[in-house]
């Protein structure tokens, strides 16, 4: 079921300035959000239906300015209406939102994973720690400016793998 365009017309006139109606090929809606305004907008919707958290990821646009983007899938259950936002970070130094982890508990691993991949913060997460990499890994494997070998590309030592890694044909001459 899609959600109706009056109700995305409701949530850009009770958040003016904050929200915009994007286009979209789709089934479902999507509104860019204001990171600024962000938690306001998400207690918003939760009083009004949007009782589940799908998913949030993490995108780099990298070189395009705003750079870093954060996308939210919400569910009305049991109405079945989905909502995308979108929330475009403006820092590209050090990217952060506000955590909705407080709203939604499914936001909690999912924040994680985002700032563990990307390294975008969200400000107020009760336990913004590594989930996918070890706790000693450098940098932030998602982000297009990551070195393609890991961060063993920033070192000029030589990795035990490229040692004797390919060992030529010699034919004798007898």
């Not at 909502?83 to 590209?92: A, G, K, S």
């Not at 407080?102 to 590594?130: C, K, M, Y």
Request: aromatic share 8%.
């Amino acid at each position: 079921m899609n959600l109706e365009s009056s109700e995305v017309k409701a949530l850009a006139a009770a958040f003016e300035g904050a929200v915009k109606e994007l286009p979209t090929p789709y089934d479902i809606p999507q509104v860019e959000v204001a990171a600024s305004r962000l938690h306001a907008i998400c207690a918003w919707l939760k009083e009004r239906g949007f009782n589940l958290l799908l998913d949030i990821g993490g995108v780099d646009y990298l070189p395009r300015a705003p750079r870093f983007e954060v996308v939210y899938h919400l569910l009305a259950v049991p109405s079945m209406q989905r909502l995308r936002l979108r929330v475009m970070l403006p820092d590209e130094e050090h990217p952060k939102v506000a955590s909705v982890s407080d709203l939604w508990q499914s936001a909690n691993p999912a924040e994680r994973e985002v700032w563990d991949q990307f390294g975008i913060v969200f400000t107020g997460h009760p336990n913004l720690t590594r989930i996918l990499n070890p706790d000693d890994w450098e940098g932030h494997p998602l982000r297009r400016d990551y070195p393609l070998r890991g961060p063993r590309a920033l070192h000029s030592e030589e990795a035990p793998a490229d040692r004797n890694r390919f060992h030529p044909i010699h034919f004798d001459e007898n």
